[in-house]
């Protein structure tokens, strides 16, 4: 294939370029620079960033598995259906990402809240939410859950319905479709768009803080942990800091891969 | 661009600078309503950053321009005089730890032991607040089952105001328009100080000098005790 014709950047183009990267890559390296690197191994073997870790792990795996199975086919109905709602619900699912997180907490609490319109009976039938790791999953699934429809969504709707088209010509129904052509078309899409909600969840603070409290393996999620130790341990939160860049490093490769988008 | 881009620096920088006789305070949260009252009382211009004693500290240390220190303990002050943060401290309060509930107290719950079953916040041991809760906890033998130990002491008063808790360990002087305030039996064995400091890298000291004399004298003193600290005097 031939190389596209490409005129080159302007010069102000790449000092932009070079400011952006400094701006975003120096703060990056500067944690790199200060984590505690020779003792990296046994302060996260210690139980309390254990406990984190593993409870940041647990909550995010529910919360990107409720992500996709409602997800996905939200992202379908969006990409499939035309019309003035389309527009507005397109609106409601990617508000939670321009939300301030610590609204998200308030919006949730007033929701899920022991005195909120679903929390209020649910708590006469003897089933709280608040301060439970429940609270952790539904603040992850709040805000990462906008990340998934509105990427896969943009996905399914450049991927087109051509083949769709075709399984429905041969006789299959709306749901056989979905299931045996949809989705295993859109597979790299979708994990790409796990992936990236995955990465949400992980780095979720405001919400949780406001709407789940703060106990040590029940709703203590790594940024939580990082935010208190700060400086009564801060080799700790360094340490725990590097592992999420690490791990949010990983998952945006795997997003790019998955996504096909190689440069 | 470029311009643009140096237009919105200078900008930016603008906003931190005060005037010279305003004195830029960081103090802990639980001083948010007196140090106000103090500094029109007393005539002594300041603007103030409201916040976790531990957090203020971390800006400090991050290069946070100030020009006074107050914390809620000493332990946080200690850390901070220890990195040469601050000049001398000088104490110029007492707080006590107490039980926060909600308005009216409709639980009636008047100590610890009151707590069976009921939804209990407390501050992380980590921060000053729970410091002083597990000393009191400890102290009297009653174990603390809290539903969360919260990052700062306003997060406890938060979670109770909204109903979320149903008691938690919070100041004396927490009490507000949607939360009471109950005597914790034990907690006059456990105050905790309250320290004032010049910032070392103050830009005005003379104003940061004026500001803390005005809270270590009579009118300060005694706003301060209107509002339930323990004074000297």
């Known amino acids: 294939m031939a190389e596209p014709l490409v005129t080159p950047p302007p010069r102000t183009a790449w000092l932009a370029f070079s400011l952006a ?174 992936a990236l909600a995955f990465a949400r969840a992980l780095g979720e603070f405001g919400a949780t803080l406001t709407f789940a409290g703060s106990l040590p393996g029940v709703t203590r999620t790594l940024p939580l942990e990082i935010y208190l130790l700060r400086e009564s341990d801060s080799d700790l939160s360094l340490a725990l800091s590097l592992v999420l860049l690490v791990v949010a490093a990983v998952l945006v490769v795997a997003t790019s891969r998955w996504s096909g988008n190689r440069g | 661009m470029l311009a643009a881009l140096a237009l919105a620096t200078v900008t930016l920088a603008g906003c931190g600078i005060t005037t010279t006789n305003t004195a830029t305070v960081f103090a802990a949260s639980s001083l948010a309503t007196v140090f106000p009252q103090i500094s029109d009382a007393a005539q002594a211009p300041a603007t103030f950053s409201f916040d976790g004693s531990s957090g203020l500290v971390d800006q400090l240390a991050g290069g946070a321009p100030a020009d006074v220190l107050a914390t809620a303990d000493r332990t946080t002050m200690d850390r901070a005089v220890k990195a040469g943060l601050v000049g001398t401290p000088r104490q110029f309060a007492t707080n006590r730890l107490a039980i926060v509930v909600a308005r009216g107290n409709p639980l009636s719950i008047t100590d610890l032991t009151d707590l069976t079953g009921r939804k209990l916040v407390v501050c992380a041991p980590e921060v000053p607040c729970g410091r002083a809760a597990a000393q009191i906890a400890a102290d009297r033998s009653i174990p603390l089952r809290p539903v969360s130990q919260e990052l700062k002491v306003a997060d406890v008063v938060g979670k109770v105001a909204s109903g979320e808790a149903d008691a938690g360990l919070a100041y004396t002087t927490d009490g507000t328009d949607r939360v009471s305030v109950v005597p914790l039996p034990g907690a006059e064995r456990h105050l905790t100080t309250l320290w004032i400091a010049v910032v070392t890298d103050s830009p005005h000291p003379a104003v940061a000098d004026a500001f803390i004399s005005a809270v270590t004298g009579t009118t300060g003193q005694t706003l301060l005790r209107q509002r339930g600290f323990g004074t000297g005097g």
């Not at chain 1, 790791?133 to 991927?159: C, D, K, N």
């Not at chain 1, 051509?162 to 709306?174: K, Q, T, Y």
Request: charged share 5%; glycine share 10%.
């Open chain 1, 21 to 194: 990267a400094a701006l975003i890559g120096l703060p990056l390296l500067g944690l790199v620079v200060r984590a505690p690197w020779a003792r990296l191994p046994s302060l996260l073997a210690g139980h309390e960033a254990q406990q984190a870790l593993g409870l940041s792990l647990g909550t995010c795996l529910v919360s990107t598995a409720v992500v996709v199975v409602l997800g996905v086919p939200t992202s379908l109905v969006l990409a499939r259906s035309t019309g003035r709602w389309v527009q507005v619900a397109r609106t409601l699912f990617s508000l939670p990402m321009v939300l301030p997180p610590v609204v998200a907490g308030l919006a949730l609490l007033a929701t899920f809240g022991r005195w909120g319109v679903v929390g209020r009976p649910l708590s006469h039938a003897g089933i709280e939410i608040g301060f439970t790791t429940t609270a952790v999953v539904i603040s992850q699934v709040f805000v990462s859950l906008p990340f998934m429809i509105g990427s896969l969504e943009a996905a399914l709707r450049t991927s087109g319905t051509h083949h769709e088209v075709v399984a429905a010509g041969l006789g299959a129904n709306p749901l056989r479709v979905f299931l045996t052509v949809t989705v295993p078309m859109a597979a790299p899409s979708i994990g790409a768009a796990a």
